[in-house]
């Protein structure tokens, strides 16, 4: 099958990022081991993750990004990287009187990570703004924008017959008729904890009572990650766990989102009668990710990922 186009909704933001050795206490200041400056957002991430796992595409890009930067000097930073990435970036918007989003990044050397995240123009996203393509397309959606925004977007991308994926993250509640019609529900595991209303660490326990709760609610496909403990899916006809790979980890700031690109890549090129070579697919690249410091500086490209 001719592969399908990508098409991202989500989040462009600037990261500033710092690595510590430990996170400083109230009221005191530490210095910290190293400082940068990187292209981030959820949605950017996943688009970038996506666009270099994906095999060459002859016909033009592969992956369209749809979102909002301010008309500052990030923002226009930010345009020139989607092009240099080969992104079809004509459905980001540049929002007048609004900054470029930013994400403050702390990554303890153990590999942990915490995000403050400022919106900035991503706060503007709306619905209208999402001007999908007439083409065969995956839809790929994360909660970086307004919830209103998610929900309906959600609600157009099915109505149009559109493949849809949702990782939502951070996690907020959608009702219960955002989830008819979703083909991919991609989270981990405090999210699936917290939207499935079960303590977090009851969630191993529970992982088909939690992917049953998604599928009971319209989704076709439910995929838990589960950091070293693999990733669990289910839907209908399957479900189990694929195991992670034995990597050393550096940073896990792009972890979740190289997945979810190259989770949407292996679908749009395959197709989705079964996902789990897909997850694999995913799991690899992932594993790739974490063994790197950054967010879009630590997506591999397709030929790093190993083959098993």
Do not use: W
Not at 124 to 150: N, T
Not at 167 to 185: S, V
Request: hydrophobic share 40%; proline share 5%; with cysteine.
């Amino acid at each position: 099958m001719a592969p399908r186009l990508i098409e991202v909704v989500g989040s462009l933001n600037i990261d500033l990022i710092s690595v510590t050795d430990r996170v400083p206490g109230p009221g005191e200041t530490i210095a910290c081991k190293s400082s940068s400056t990187g292209f981030g957002g959820k949605g950017a991430n996943q688009a970038v993750a996506a666009a270099r796992l994906s095999k060459p595409n002859p016909d033009g890009p592969s992956v369209r990004m749809i979102g909002a930067v301010g008309k500052d000097q990030f923002g226009q930073d930010f345009l020139r990287h989607l092009d240099n990435e080969g992104i079809d970036r004509s459905a980001v918007a540049v929002k007048e009187g609004k900054n470029t989003g930013t994400a403050t990044i702390i990554v303890e050397t153990s590999g942990q990570n915490r995000i403050l995240f400022s919106e900035g123009a991503n706060g503007l996203v709306k619905p209208a703004d999402m001007k999908l393509s007439s083409e065969d397309s995956i839809v790929v959606f994360q909660h970086e924008i307004p919830q209103h925004s998610v929900k309906q977007g959600l609600i157009m991308a099915i109505d149009a017959g559109k493949e849809t994926i949702l990782n939502p993250a951070p996690a907020f509640h959608l009702p219960d008729g955002a989830y008819k019609g979703l083909a991919h529900l991609i989270l981990n595991e405090s999210e699936a904890a917290y939207l499935a209303g079960v303590a977090e660490q009851d969630l191993m326990s529970s992982l088909e009572t939690v992917a049953d709760f998604f599928l009971s609610r319209g989704v076709k496909n439910v995929i838990i990650t589960l950091g070293s403990q693999g990733v669990y899916y289910q839907n209908a006809s399957a479900k189990g766990t694929i195991a992670a790979r034995k990597v050393k980890v550096v940073d896990t700031t792009a972890a979740g989102d190289t997945f979810v690109g190259g989770y949407a890549v292996y679908i749009a090129e395959h197709g989705s009668d079964d996902i789990k070579p897909a997850i694999e697919f995913a799991n690899r690249a992932a594993s790739m990710a974490v063994q790197k410091e950054g967010a879009q500086s630590a997506v591999p490209y397709l030929k790093d990922v190993p083959t098993a």
